[in-house]
């Protein structure tokens, strides 16, 4: 008995701190990325400044990027259950770097946190970009990609250049160099905190735990004297094995209910300017057939592809006016007669329609790839399409879909679930606007304002076949036992 307890036991712990490991990067869960060989963990999300919506485009200056910093660390920023993150090391000297003349500069570094990253742990080499490594632990990383904001990726150090205290290192993910630079200019943060750390259990897994734990402590209570039972004793032995098969039974279905609900959500906040044109997502510049009135790219989130992942806004807040300055109006704009939305498809990006509303939160998915013509079919909502009350939607790959402020009521009611196409990698967030918001796309120029976005995009635990095999065997092992052990009481 004393090993069944010791094997569930270690079993538990097991699942509740599984890591997945990658050469000596290991993916922790829950967003973390630990390197053994430096005892560091890194946050995944390469651009968090911009993705948590505490910076309007992720390119800060050292100071700004402190602050960014601070604000993680003090919790007014989503911290994954952690303070103490930091601004990467750069190591001085550093004899493998090309260049002496202003410290350890130049490509080939090899001592700093990120240069170890670039060329010891995702396979880069100088003068190439990140991109181009073929090695798979890139992928443990989001948002490691040039954009129009910060087309060479380039990256803060929380080291000052001794030299020059008004000048800090930085590094260069798109060719593998680091150099001192003045604080003014504007770079990304990549987070990093000392030691191993795990990700916090979702309630769902704690209350697991507690199951399993109640029947090791019923196992450990039940086995207590079993080997110098009385004539007395073992006439409650019956009793006894009852209770030890609940026991047994409890830890069973915990076990199996690790493996079934390991799904995963990061929480991340997003600002959306009531100028964000929804049908630019993917591309370089928004559409213009107006000419002049295109307004700006649609802000994106980007997460990894793979089935029945699901996104959910938790708050839509703020107020946006479409017509110069006049009255303001929430995710949803005001829902009434006369107020129909129907733009056209352009730039292989769907076009929207809403027979009673107009200028709400749209979003879009896309994977990897520009999207091209021709585009998916149009959606429609209100009464002569999709009601907006909708629990599940179910769009495609550059098929602009209603979200307004993600209830089933317009400031009540149900979170509404968006289910993410299986080889989707990224989410737009923008507006659907046009001359009295019907044809193509454009007059964006006299939008004001912003909505704040809080999503979600989790994956749902669906137990692949295998569980449910291993789990109905399970149950009809532990009832054979069961019956075996009635049997044997009656024969005594």
Not at 206 to 232: D, H, M, P, T, Y
Not at 362 to 375: K, N, Q, R, S
Not at 446 to 453: H, I, M, V
Request: proline letters at 5%; aromatic letters at 14%.
């Amino acid at each position: 008995m004393k090993r069944i307890f010791t094997f569930f036991a270690c079993l538990i712990i097991l699942l509740v701190f599984n890591t997945y490991s990658f050469a000596t990067l290991t993916d922790l869960g829950g967003g973390f990325i630990f390197d053994e060989d430096l005892n560091i963990t890194w946050l995944y999300d390469a651009n968090y400044s911009y993705t948590s919506g505490w910076h309007s485009d992720g390119r800060m200056t050292w100071d700004e990027t402190n602050s960014f910093l601070a604000s993680v660390n003090a919790g007014s920023v989503p911290n994954f259950g952690y303070s103490g993150w930091r601004l990467p090391i750069t190591i001085q000297p550093d004899p493998n770097c090309s260049r002496f003349d202003m410290g350890s500069a130049g490509i080939n570094c090899r001592l700093s946190e990120m240069a170890h990253l670039f060329y010891d742990e995702l396979g880069g080499v100088a003068q190439s970009s990140i991109l181009s490594s073929s090695d798979t632990d890139l992928n443990l990383f989001i948002n490691f990609q040039p954009v129009d904001f910060n087309p060479n990726y380039v990256y803060w150090s929380g080291t000052e250049y001794a030299a020059d205290t008004n000048k800090a290192w930085d590094f260069a993910f798109n060719d593998g160099s680091q150099y001192p630079n003045t604080k003014d200019h504007h770079f990304s943060a990549l987070l990093v905190h000392d030691g191993k750390i795990t990700p916090v259990p979702e309630p769902a897994t704690i209350l697991l735990l507690c199951v399993g734990l109640a029947g090791l402590a019923l196992i450990k209570k039940n086995s207590k004297g079993i080997f110098f039972q009385s004539e007395v004793q073992r006439s409650s032995e019956k009793n006894s094995k009852q209770t030890k098969f609940i026991a047994v039974l409890l830890i069973y279905i915990s076990t199996i209910g690790f493996v079934c609900m390991s799904g995963t959500s990061f929480a991340t906040t997003i600002s959306v300017d009531a100028q964000s044109n929804i049908f630019g997502a993917g591309h370089a510049a928004p559409p213009d057939p107006g000419g002049g009135h295109a307004g700006i790219l649609p802000p994106s989130y980007t997460f990894p592809s793979g089935g029945s992942q699901v996104l959910t806004f938790s708050s839509v807040s703020g107020s946006v006016t479409y017509n110069g300055g006049g009255n303001y109006y929430g995710p949803e704009d005001w829902y009434g007669i006369g107020n129909a939305t129907d733009i056209y498809s352009i730039s292989g990006i769907s076009g929207i329609a809403h027979s009673e509303r107009r200028f709400f939160l749209v979003g879009v998915f896309l994977d990897d790839t520009e999207p091209i013509d021709p585009a998916p079919v149009s959606l429609s909502f209100g009464s002569a399409g999709i009601l907006d009350n909708f629990t599940d939607l179910y769009p495609e790959i550059a098929q602009t879909f209603f979200i307004g402020d993600g209830l089933t009521g317009t400031g009540s009611g149900t979170i509404q679930k968006f289910h993410v196409p299986d080889t989707a990698t990224r989410i737009f967030l923008g507006f659907a606007d046009g001359f009295d918001f019907q044809g193509a796309t454009w007059l964006y120029s006299d939008n004001y304002g912003s909505l704040t976005s809080v999503f979600e995009v989790s994956t749902t635990p669906v137990p692949e076949p295998g569980t449910l095999l291993l789990l109905a065997s399970g149950l009809a092992g532990l009832f054979a036992w069961r019956r075996r052990q009635k049997v044997n009481l009656i024969n005594r």
